[in-house]
């Protein structure tokens, strides 16, 4: 195998190593240069060096307002593909998942922001029919988002007799705001052993996950798959029995 078939098996294309090549057997050139000794188009060596720069290969320096690139060490190609290794290692166990889920329903993502696309979600919740939802995280309260929708809400969950459970982290925002929604029918609530300040709310109900950032552009990132519901319905639950009861 040639040098040039070798760079192909790394994952060049044959014009970036042709390209590459050319700069490493002239040291530091110009585009013009390594045109010629490539073979290749001035303007084409142009992109394809600017392509080699981003990926670590090729460097430059100016001098005399020109440019002038200089190939890296080869060894730079085991750095790459070390490191190329290391992603696919740390990716493998979603990968693995993902392959488990082979035949199953993949998972719809939906994404809804501002305060109406904070509202569509909360008044999914009540058009799924589902007659309990768990919450648990945030230290930040719908009602400093959407005040006058929340109060015709939850008057709209307790009509309907929706059960909330949620899990607040325990922070003094959170004991404030607690005060707020105790009084609320159909509704349990208790304190995680977390004293984080969080925007961020997961909420799950029915085969849905939704993650909720109450700030203020909120936005929320609704997940729909019957797998990822029922594992976040078994972390809340889990977590719900060592929470302080308030």
């Known amino acids: 195998m040639n040098n040039l078939d070798s760079l192909k098996e790394f994952g060049m294309s044959e014009k970036e190593a042709k ?19 490539s073979n290749l188009p001035r303007t084409l060596v142009y992109d394809i060096l ?18 002038y690139f200089e190939a890296a060490d080869p060894k730079e190609l085991i750095r790459i593909l070390k490191e190329k290794e ?14 488990k889920m082979k035949g199953t329903k ?21 058009r799924s029919k589902a007659k309990i939802f768990y919450g648990y995280g945030s230290s930040r309260s ?17 009509q309907n007799k929706v059960v909330m459970k949620v899990l607040y982290n325990n922070t003094p925002q959170t004991k404030e705001k607690i ?19 969080s925007p961020t709310a997961t909420v799950i109900y029915e085969n849905k996950v ?35 009861t308030i």
Not at 50 to 66: F, Q
Not at 86 to 92: C, D, E, G, N, S
């Open 86 to 99: 290391t992603a696919v290692k740390t990716a493998l166990p979603n990968l693995i998942q993902i392959q």
């Open 19 to 37: 390209t590459y090549l050319a700069n490493l057997e002239l040291g530091v050139a110009t585009a013009n240069d390594i045109s010629t000794k």
């Open 142 to 158: 719908s009602y400093e988002i959407i005040p006058a929708f929340m109060d015709d809400w939850h008057k709209r969950r307790i």
């Open 210 to 244: 939704v993650l909720q950032s109450w700030t203020n552009e909120p936005f929320a990132v609704l997940i729909e798959n019957e797998q990822l519901a029922e594992n976040q319905k078994k972390y809340f639950e889990e977590m719900w029995k060592i929470a302080k």
């Open 106 to 126: 993949r998972p719809k993502v939906k994404i809804y922001e501002g305060k109406e696309g904070m509202k569509t979600v909360m008044d999914d919740i009540l």
């Open 50 to 67: 600017e392509k080699l720069i981003d990926k670590g290969l090729v460097s430059y320096t100016i001098k005399s307002n020109k440019k």
């Open 179 to 197: 005060k707020d929604v105790k009084s609320l029918k159909y509704s349990e609530f208790k304190l995680m052993p977390i004293e984080l300040e």
